[in-house]
């Protein structure tokens, strides 16, 4: 599957065969058009082990992202082509990317526009939409302006749950993706939205 972004420029599939099998599915349509900088290692992040845990760090953009217990950094590329943060809890079956675009390479409108533009480039790579997308009451994460979905939708005929985030962030728009398969919705909801309220600007 590909995606589109605003500006028109598509984005090449990224999900590994082997990674699939483990609910890895439908998270390489986010609608980024930077090159990919996946090469195997972790080039786009590093961790930053402090006391106040373990901080996820991008090089490629001036964010982070707490990593709570049992979530670990994935190797670059591993889970999205053009992600500036990607890690897995591999025992709890979730996922996440953080992808960042400058306002400047999307069409012109507000966050709630955008949010809505990146939520249409994802629910396209679904073979099937399993339920109507549904707005959270989240309105901001870590003190920026966001707007988050839930959506369901079959992807590689594997039912995929979705918490997706859209934050404006100076002059980027961030995607923050959190993923399960569609059976662990429920029991992982609670720790979805927590990795998401990590997600912060690296210079705070």
Avoid at 61 to 82: E, I, M
Avoid at 89 to 95: C, Q
Avoid at 114 to 123: D, P, T
Wanted: with cysteine; glycine share 10%.
């Amino acid at each position: 599957m590909a995606g589109v972004t605003g500006a028109g420029r598509r984005v090449q599939p990224a999900l590994a065969a082997g990674l699939v099998a483990l609910g890895l599915v439908g998270c390489n349509t986010l609608g980024l058009s930077r090159s990919p900088q996946g090469n195997g290692e972790m080039s786009n992040q590093y961790v930053d082990r402090g006391f106040r845990g373990d901080m996820l760090v991008s090089r490629m953009k001036p964010v982070r992202v707490r990593l709570q217990n049992g979530w670990q950094a994935a190797p670059t590329g591993t889970l999205h082509n053009s992600a500036d943060l990607e890690a897995y809890n591999l025992d709890e079956n979730m996922f996440l990317v953080v992808v960042g675009e400058n306002r400047d390479a999307v069409s012109p409108g507000n966050i709630e526009e955008q949010a809505n533009v990146y939520l249409q480039i994802l629910k396209g790579g679904f073979d099937q939409v399993i339920a109507n997308q549904a707005r959270t009451g989240v309105e901001r994460v870590s003190s920026f302006p966001a707007v988050q979905y839930e959506v369901r939708g079959s992807v590689s005929q594997r039912p995929v749950a979705y918490l997706h985030t859209t934050v404006e962030m100076g002059e980027e728009y961030y995607q923050v993706v959190v993923w399960t398969p569609d059976e662990l919705r429920m029991a992982n909801a609670d720790a979805m939205r927590a990795v998401t309220q990590e997600f912060r600007d690296a210079q705070l």
